[in-house]
């Protein structure tokens, strides 16, 4: 018999609260590191969509933006 595994602590704790917690609830902080991450994210984005050819994705291209 197969025991479950208990979930750790952090499992738990909702992605907002640990991104707070990362930074000691420093909340600009925070703010400031995901807005880093996001704008390092783009500029990958706009690399790799240079990189791929129209044929290889059937006209398809990446986006910055979402569409809501």
């Given at each position: 018999m197969m025991?479950?595994?208990k979930p750790l602590e952090?499992?738990?704790l909702d992605p907002i609260?640990?991104?707070l917690?990362?930074?000691d609830g420093d909340v600009r902080a925070?703010?400031?590191t995901l807005l880093a991450d996001?704008?390092?994210l783009r500029e990958q984005?706009?690399?790799a969509k240079a990189c791929i050819s129209h044929g290889l994705t059937r006209?398809?291209?990446p986006g910055l933006e979402r569409k809501i």
């Open positions: 025991l479950a595994k952090t499992d738990m609260d640990e991104a917690a990362y930074h925070t703010i400031s996001c704008g390092h984005l706009l690399m006209g398809w291209t």
